[in-house]
């Protein structure tokens, strides 16, 4: 999954983010395969299922048959071709959902030994947030933040300065 590098700086916000928004007495569906992030929400007190790896574009069942109270999804509507038929899938009122942003000076993502692990979509965050009012989600609140490398060059630079992930706290809008 993680080819070079672990992502700690996005696992360190994205933690701060979701105790900020939920607790750990609720029980949370996240979508994609266990891995280090969802060993991390254990660590820190959630009680975490997974899906099983099947794939979300044909196979929404998990997620209509799931109990959780919350859906978490973090880097994974990106590789997702149709991610308005899973956040219409979803049954929960509470949602917290990141993505890599759209960066004007870098091709979309694309692993060259993992056919799963490429990215369809890479959102501004202007879509990401259609996309969720579309799919009948209002977000309360949002965050960006950078991913700065240590090497050298214009781009290197430039993600000093670029957010490049993007996450949101939503509920589900009900219809009056």
């Known amino acids: 999954m993680y ?30 395969v266990i891995n280090p992030f969802s060993e991390i929400m254990t660590k820190h007190g959630y009680v ?10 044909f196979d929404t069942s998990t997620i209509e048959n799931s109990k959780a109270d919350v859906v978490t999804a973090f880097e994974i509507f990106e590789h997702l071709l149709s991610p308005f038929t899973v956040l219409k899938a979803i049954k929960t009122d509470k949602l917290v959902a990141s993505v890599p942003l759209k960066l004007w000076f870098s091709s979309a993502y694309r692993s ?27 977000i309360l609140d949002r965050e960006k933040w950078t991913n700065p490398t240590k090497k050298i060059g214009l781009r290197p630079i430039l993600r000093w300065f670029t957010p490049r992930y993007y996450i949101v706290y939503a509920e589900r809008i009900h219809p009056n």
Do not use: C
């Open 48 to 57: 975490v299922e997974n899906t099983k790896g099947e794939d979300l574009d």
């Open 112 to 138: 060259k030994t993992d056919m799963l692990d490429r990215h369809y979509h890479e959102f501004e965050d202007w879509q990401f947030d259609w996309l969720l009012e579309k799919a009948g989600w209002r």
């Open 3 to 32: 080819e070079k590098t672990f992502p700690n700086k996005r696992f360190k916000h994205t933690i701060s983010f979701l105790e900020k928004h939920i607790t750990n007495s609720h029980k949370i569906l996240d979508l994609g």
